[in-house]
Each structure stands twice: as structure tokens, then as C-alpha cells.
T-cell receptor, first 108, second 113 residues
Framework: TQLLEQSPQFLSIQEGENLTVYCNSS?????LQWYRQEPGEGPVLLVT?????EVKKLKRLTFQFGDARKDSSLHITAAQPGDTGLYLCAGAGQNFVFGPGTRLSVLP | KAGVTQTPRYLIKTRGQQVTLSCSPI?????VSWYQQTPGQGLQFLFEYFSETQRNKGNFPGRFSGRQFSNSRSEMNVSTLELGDSALYLC????????????FGPGTRLTVT
């Protein structure tokens, strides 16, 4: 069974700080997605990474896929209160699995 | 292009009843997946339908079932509701699940009393 772990589970930071959240697995995925979910809403797709070592940037967000396609990281530069939410990673492989999420709170 | 829609948004049922939830995917998407989200268990995969056929199924009891129609709209049914079925039920559409990119609806918040 493919599983994804995310760390940290919770993160509370001040506006303007940088942060990195991690998504790890012992399994190889053909692609990995990052989503952000706000309370009472469905997850919103942020990015898909496919190639090992791939780096994608979305404004202040930088996503990296590990060389072995087993892990990924999300780095946010100069976090803003609007970045607050639950960040989920998900992997497509034998099945489609979600990590438990990192709950981020950015305080003004 | 219209997004994924789910109806109803909120639902309150009592134990033992059954419920049907509906999902309309993005136009052109043939894959519809259903997920249960709870604070303790996170997002758990229920099942995926592609062109009216169930292709993948998660580890849920037979009380949870679904179907997909020829227009790709999907319904999910839960029979003999239990208190533990209280959750946010999310529907996601994609061109194909194995491609990875899924687009979620706003969810149906089910409360079982």
C-alpha cells in the first residue's frame, strides 16, 4: 500500500516569514500534486510535478519533486495571511493517495 | 468552464437512514472520484468511476456505493447511516485518475444524528 507522510502537521508563523513543508513516501509515484484547502471547501489544485528533480514556481510558492520521485517539498517565501490553509500532497501511482496534510496558519 | 458541482451542500440525517449525494464533473472529464474527509482520518478514497464503470475502490464497507451516468454525472449512496459517517464528502473530476490532476467540488457536509 502506498502511503504519504507530511511534516510538520501544524505550522504557525508570522507574516513575512519563509517556510517549507515536506511530503515523503517509501513508494515511487508517477506524479505528485499539491493542493490547498480552506475550511468548508474542497481542495484546490496548486501544481503537478512529474519528473524527478523537477522544480516549479507559482509566485511565492516553490515546489520540488525528489530525484527518486518519492518525496516533494513546498517552500513559501514571505508568507501572507492569505496562505493560511491545509496543504495536501497527493500521489498518483498504483492508486491515488493523499497525505494527512499540513495545517498552516499565517498571523498578521 | 464550469467547475465541479455537488448537491446538496449540507445534509442532516438520523442513524439508520440512507442518503444520496450528487456530483457533476467538469465538462469533458470522464473520471469521477469520491472521498470522505474527517478530522481524524483525513482524506480517504472511496471509489472512482470512469465511463460508467467503477475502476478503483477504497477500503469502505458495502454500505457505501456509487454509480456514474452516461453524461459522467455521479451519485454516491450510503445506506444504514452510522454516527461515524458524519464527514465532508468530496467529489473530484479528472480526465483520468492515473494522470493525477483532480478538480474538487465544494463537498457535501453530512451530519448523522
Amino acid at each position: 500500500t502506498q502511503l504519504l507522510e507530511q511534516s510538520p502537521q501544524f505550522l504557525s508563523i508570522q507574516e513575512g516569514e519563509n517556510l517549507t513543508v515536506y511530503c515523503n513516501s517509501s513508494s515511487v509515484f508517477s506524479s505528485l500534486q499539491w493542493y490547498r484547502q480552506e475550511p468548508g471547501e474542497g481542495p484546490v489544485l496548486l501544481v503537478t510535478v512529474v519528473t524527478g528533480g523537477e522544480v516549479k514556481k507559482l509566485k511565492r510558492l516553490t515546489f520540488q519533486f525528489g530525484d527518486a520521485r518519492k518525496d516533494s517539498s513546498l517552500h513559501i517565501t514571505a508568507a501572507q495571511p492569505g496562505d493560511t490553509g491545509l496543504y495536501l500532497c497527493a500521489g498518483a501511482g498504483q492508486n491515488f493517495v493523499f497525505g494527512p496534510g499540513t495545517r498552516l496558519s499565517v498571523l498578521p | 468552464k464550469a467547475g465541479v458541482t455537488q448537491t446538496p451542500r449540507y445534509l442532516i440525517k438520523t442513524r439508520g437512514q440512507q442518503v444520496t449525494l450528487s456530483c457533476s464533473p467538469i465538462s469533458g472529464h470522464r473520471s469521477v472520484s469520491w472521498y470522505q474527509q474527517t478530522p481524524g482520518q483525513g482524506l480517504q478514497f472511496l471509489f472512482e468511476y470512469f465511463s460508467e464503470t467503477q475502476r478503483n475502490k477504497g477500503n469502505f464497507p458495502g454500505r457505501f456505493s456509487g454509480r456514474q451516468f452516461s453524461n459522467s454525472r455521479s451519485e454516491m449512496n450510503v445506506s444504514t447511516l452510522e454516527l461515524g459517517d458524519s464527514a465532508l464528502y468530496l467529489c473530484a473530476s479528472s480526465l483520468a485518475l492515473e494522470l493525477g490532476e483532480q478538480y474538487f467540488g465544494p463537498g457535501t457536509r453530512l451530519t448523522v444524528t
